[in-house]
């Protein structure tokens, strides 16, 4: 039996230090100084572009010129345009149902109509260009070279020639009714020589080339796509706007906000935005250049109160 005896006093010491070193194990981790550096607070993604509702015509599209200036609003207001083209009256429709931010078209009474209705407001000019009759090569109405439509079309009902319309009540479908009206004339089903086939105006041009007949397009739409069209010759309109002597063909286009009083689900703000970039010098003059080098003259001439200020 060993000799050795512990101390009492020596025990007690023993205790309350391993009593401390337990209470330090336990103890939770003091919260770091304010002072010690903190990480960076993770910085909210960017947001994505804004969205623009615009329903326009399908000339603004079958001539490319939606394509080569809406990148420069897209990228100026961090935004999406979805383009719906169709007729200037299914355009004016999806204004009127609250379908559309903003609407581009070419028909003045109809544009003046949805304003008074409430549907858009503050209705700007943007551009202008003209229609033309264009018809088959052949011309077996003996038209090409009349100055105006008013004397051209009761020569193509007379010989009973092929005359196809859009009949998609577009501004240009609306355009051509007056101008039968004008000349004293209302087609009707029974008219068989007249072919209505509720298409865009590419189409309907493609169609009278393939069927010989005649029709009404805007130029711009005409210069875009008669390398497709080896059978059609413009009939009644010249070969610019400046030889154009029927002053009922001047073809002027309009951008009009949709009324968020009405539609409030509308983005007016960017709606609005839109209507004050395409009006501007600096976009009116992207519009005035567009066509010129590929079919040297413009297929849309600049309107706008900014445009028309500057270039007096």
């Known amino acids: 039996m060993s000799a050795y005896k512990r101390k009492p006093g020596i025990v007690l010491v023993s205790l309350v230090c391993l009593a401390l070193v337990v209470t330090a194990c336990s103890t939770p981790t003091a919260t770091p100084a304010a002072t010690e550096a903190q990480p960076a607070p993770t910085q909210p993604a960017a947001s994505g572009p804004q969205t623009l509702r615009l329903a326009t015509t399908t000339s603004t599209a079958d001539t490319g010129l939606l394509d080569a200036i809406l990148p420069d609003f897209e990228s100026r207001y961090n935004a999406q345009v979805d383009v719906v083209a169709v007729g200037t009256g299914q355009a004016l429709e999806l204004g009127a149902n609250g379908d559309a931010d903003v609407v581009l078209v070419h028909a003045r009474s109809r544009e003046e109509a949805f304003v008074d209705a409430g549907d858009g407001i503050n209705r700007l000019d943007v551009m202008y260009n003209d229609f033309v009759l264009v018809g088959p090569s052949t011309d077996p109405a003996g038209v090409k070279g009349l100055p105006t439509t008013k004397e051209a079309l009761p020569l193509i009902a007379a010989a009973k020639a092929l005359f196809v319309s859009r009949g998609d009540d577009s501004g240009t479908h609306t355009k051509e009714k007056s ?3 004008a000349a004293g004339i209302t087609p009707t089903a029974e008219s068989t020589w007249h072919n209505s086939i509720g298409q865009g105006m590419g189409e309907t041009l493609l169609f009278a080339n393939e ?3 005649y029709t009404l397009t805007d130029r711009g739409t005409w210069l875009a796509q ?3 069209l080896p059978n ?3 009939m009644v309109g010249g070969s610019t706007i400046a030889e154009n002597q029927d002053k009922a063909l001047l ?3 309009g951008v009009i906000p949709v009324n968020p009083a009405k539609h409030p689900t509308v ?3 960017l709606a609005t935005q839109f209507s004050e970039w395409i009006t501007s010098v600096e976009t009116q003059t992207m519009i005035r250049d ?3 080098a590929k079919f040297g003259q413009s297929l849309f001439n600049p309107s706008s109160e900014a445009w028309l200020a500057a270039n007096p």
């Open 179 to 181: 101008l039968w009206a």
């Open 232 to 234: 059609l010759a413009v």
């Open 251 to 253: 073809n002027p286009y």
């Open 290 to 292: 567009f066509g010129q």
């Open 267 to 269: 983005n007016f703000e």
């Open 226 to 228: 008669q390398a497709n």
């Open 211 to 213: 069927a010989q007949g």
